[in-house]
């Protein structure tokens, strides 16, 4: 039986480049405002980088025992996944957001039919905005049963964030 190699994340630089909103140092990441560190190839700044979220980034694709396939790789798919990102019920919940406007249709029929064998609930997003720009919210989507897609509004309403 063949060993399995370790995933890298180059090329891909899909969270750094601001498709995972998260803050480094005093700068908001989000779409169309990347990471001040990100060279589009990679980190300009990589020995400094933080522990939090850089480090402790959990991009699916690249997660030892990944459950994706090689073709996922978000740069790819156009889709970050994020494992495990909370519970409902007791049911796993994963975070799914574009690489790009919204997750391409054979990527989030992936995502879903992944859900549904695997007993799991999912959320993803798609960009707001126009011609590239995007704006810092984005609409989140539930994928599951009804009241989960009600309990993720709600939360949503409340001004929660979904996945952290």
Same mark, same amino acid.
């Given at each position: 039986?063949?060993? &399995?190699?370790? %995933? ?5 630089? @899909? ?5 995972? *909103?998260?803050?480094?140092? $005093?700068?908001?990441?989000?779409? !169309?405002?990347?990471?001040?560190? !990100? ?9 400094? %980088?933080? $522990? ?7 991009? #699916?694709?690249?997660?030892?025992? $990944? ?7 978000? !740069?790819? #798919? *156009? @889709? ?6 909370? /519970?409902? =019920? ?5 975070? @799914? ?14 995502? =879903? ?5 695997? !007993?799991?609930?999912?959320?993803? +997003? /798609?960009?707001?905005? /126009? *011609?590239?720009?995007?704006? &810092?919210? =984005? ?5 599951? +049963? /009804? ?7 709600? $939360?949503?309403? #409340?001004?929660?964030?979904?996945? =952290?």
């Amino acid at each position: 039986m063949a060993k &399995k190699l370790a %995933r890298l994340c180059q090329p891909c630089t @899909a969270c750094c480049d601001g498709w995972v *909103k998260m803050k480094i140092g $005093s700068a908001d990441v989000y779409p !169309s405002h990347p990471c001040p560190h !990100s060279t589009g190839k990679g980190c300009a700044d990589y020995a400094n %980088r933080p $522990s939090d979220p850089c480090d402790h980034f959990n991009c #699916a694709w690249i997660i030892k025992d $990944s459950p994706l396939p090689d073709w996922m790789k978000p !740069s790819n #798919a *156009k @889709a970050i996944l994020m494992l495990n990102k909370r /519970e409902w =019920q007791g049911f796993p919940v994963d975070v @799914a957001v574009p690489v790009g406007k919204r997750i391409p249709p054979r990527t989030l029929k992936w995502l =879903q039919t992944f859900a549904e064998k695997n !007993s799991r609930l999912l959320i993803y +997003t /798609e960009q707001i905005g /126009e *011609k590239g720009q995007f704006e &810092k919210q =984005q609409t989140v989507i539930a994928y599951g +049963t /009804e009241q989960f897609q009600l309990d993720v509004q709600r $939360s949503q309403q #409340a001004g929660m964030n979904l996945w =952290q």
